[in-house]
């Protein structure tokens, strides 16, 4: 699986928009982004994933660019419940492997 | 729908002591991955059963293995316990079987202390 880079902390004010950023240059053409977030002392949730084309859902939007090589997972309206560890992963979609590789993520504090 | 569960969710053991973790996954996802998080080497993958065969393994010592029941439920287990073992394990499970795009959904862990 490509490497990612992501920077170790952000702030966002609460209500404003969180844009997380995420280089992945060495992302080949069968590897898809994925997004999760752990919340202190929980187990990883789910966010969002893609391939090349922007994704939303109810959480979130992913945007990744032309080349693939780098991607911001945005929170339109961050809230203090966003207060997390955003972990960007970049994996391919084979027949058997199932396995995550955590980088060490990007700790966002959301503030009032 | 419930989520994944893992029992015991808080567990104290002493050093050369075995342990056994239980995961129960999501109603119908038949993969079970386990992960362990520790604060200097973060998340790292151990291993994955899928209808109950280990298909994927990390780079974790023969002490760390597991198994799946017909059922999917997973358990793993770590012999001669080290210090180094206290983690939290974490496992997820989803529906991945041969391929396409799956996400994994996480437990809330077990935090293992070894003393």
């Known amino acids: 699986d490509a490497k990612t880079t992501q920077p170790p902390s952000m702030d966002c004010a609460e209500g404003r928009a969180a844009n997380l950023p995420c280089n992945h240059s060495?992302?080949?053409?069968?590897?898809?982004v994925y997004w999760y977030r752990q919340i202190h002392s929980q187990g990883p949730q789910y966010i969002i994933h893609?391939?090349?084309n922007n994704e939303t859902n109810e959480m979130a939007s992913l945007i990744i660019t032309e080349d693939r090589k780098s991607s911001t997972l945005i929170l339109p309206h961050a809230t203090l419940r966003d207060t997390a560890v955003y972990y960007c992963?970049?994996?391919?979609?084979?027949?058997?492997?199932?396995?995550?590789?955590f980088g060490t993520g990007t700790r966002l504090q959301v503030t009032l | 729908k419930a989520g994944v569960t893992q029992t015991p969710r808080y567990l104290i053991k002493t050093r050369g002591q075995q342990v056994t973790l239980s995961c129960s996954p999501i109603?119908?996802?038949?993969?079970v991955s386990w992960y362990q998080q520790t604060p200097g080497q973060g998340l790292q993958f151990l291993f994955e059963?899928?209808?109950?065969?280990?298909?994927n393994k990390g780079n974790f010592p023969g002490r760390f293995s597991g198994r799946q029941f017909s059922n999917s439920r997973s358990e793993m287990n770590v012999s001669t316990l080290e210090l180094g073992d206290s983690a939290l394990y974490l496992c997820?499970?989803?529906?991945?079987?041969?391929?396409?795009?799956?996400?994994?959904?996480f437990g809330p862990g077990t935090r293992l202390t070894v003393t």
């Open positions: 992963i970049v994996r391919a979609h084979t027949g058997t492997a199932s396995k995550l590789t």
């Open positions: 109603s119908g996802h038949r993969s």
């Open positions: 059963y899928f209808s109950e065969t280990q298909r």
């Open positions: 997820a499970s989803s529906l991945a079987s041969s391929g396409g795009a799956y996400e994994q959904y």
């Open positions: 893609g391939l090349k």
């Open positions: 060495t992302i080949s053409g069968n590897e898809y």
